[in-house]
């Protein structure tokens, strides 16, 4: 039986901000004695651009984080998406800085100095099903396996980085040579297609928008009746992908090659828990699965014992690869 999301005891948000951000380490040193002191876990990454993560802990806890957030400069209005979560998602708190708070690799391209337009869940599906309207996925090729909408194109990409080669590489074929063509890009919590769009923005395309609060928030405002969602989500922590509402999903994860798996690649013969799926079998050695089965062991054995063994941690920021970062 499903628990319904109301009773689940954890907090889950999922924020981010593009903000100009004038002393990462200080605002970093405050939020992580904050976090600690909460008990809350996950991920946030600082940047000069802006602040992003995904964070868990008891709803007074979350509350009290946002807070925060919202008394930094320009952070008053951030938002975020919630969902719940039968325990703790992340298994260690991490603050960060880095250069971008989503790599894109592309140092000039800021969404404060112009992005595209944002459409909200309720306006998204009249706006994809217009006559000739070019809907992208901006997620990577292992996320678009697991679902997306009907009609997107998948760029197919392995990481965030290689989305500007593939949109200069495909740009004629997808724009053509007369009038341009609306350009609607999507992403999980909505950071991604925010810094793609403010991409072709600085590449001359101007008919270009982006779902507001991404694939989480139409999920959780568009009924499914009347939904052109098609399968399930990635999302990047313990909780694999959700649905409709934002249950969880029937995806598990190979935590050899951080892929989601199915519940048809869990029957392969290839597929062993903690160790291999489909998807990764082939690119690892005997050695390597070796490793992975102590690690798997090793982490039973902890969890008989009543101990947190983190050495398989998801712990990643909202809408990025930070787990995976091939």
């Known amino acids: 039986m499903t628990i319904p999301q109301t009773l689940l005891p954890i907090c889950v948000a999922a924020l981010y901000k593009f903000v100009t951000v004038d002393d990462c380490a200080a605002v970093k040193a405050r939020l992580l004695q904050l976090c600690q002191a909460r008990g809350v876990k996950g991920t946030i990454i600082l940047a000069p651009e802006g602040m992003n993560g995904t964070i868990a802990g008891t709803d007074a ?89 009907a009609g997107a194109i998948n760029p197919g990409t392995q990481s965030f980085r290689e989305f500007p080669i593939w949109f200069r590489a495909e740009r004629d074929r997808l724009l053509g040579a007369g009038t341009p063509p609306k350009v ?53 922590d313990q909780r694999v992908t959700v649905e409709h509402g934002l249950v969880i999903g ?49 982490e039973k054995l902890a969890a008989l014992r009543g101990d947190e063994h983190i050495g398989a941690d998801l712990s990643g920021s909202n809408d990025t690869t930070e787990h995976r970062n091939r």
């Open 184 to 236: 609607a890009m999507f992403c999980t919590g909505g950071i991604r297609c925010e810094k793609s769009t403010a991409f072709l923005v600085s590449e001359g395309v101007e008919s270009v928008y982006h779902l507001e609060g991404g694939i989480l928030k139409y999920l959780e405002d568009v009924p499914p009746e009347e939904s052109l969602w098609q399968g399930e989500c990635f999302v990047f």
């Open 61 to 149: 806890a979350i509350e009290d984080v946002l807070a925060h957030i919202k008394q930094l400069p320009g952070c008053a209005t951030i938002t975020a998406k919630f969902s719940r979560a039968p325990a703790l998602p992340f298994h260690r708190l991490k603050v960060r800085i880095k250069r971008e708070i989503v790599t894109m690799g592309q140092p000039d391209i800021n969404p404060l100095n112009g992005a595209g337009h944002y459409v909200s869940p309720q306006d998204w599906n009249a706006l994809v099903s217009e006559p000739g309207t070019i809907l992208i996925d901006t997620r990577n090729d292992y996320e678009v396996a697991v679902g997306s909408f």
């Open 250 to 298: 029937k995806h598990s994860l190979c935590y050899a090659c951080r892929r989601p798996v199915s519940e048809a690649e869990r029957s392969s013969p290839v597929f062993e828990e903690g160790v291999s799926c489909p998807a990764c079998h082939a690119e690892r050695s005997d050695e390597q699965r070796a490793s992975y089965r102590e690690r798997h062991r090793q």
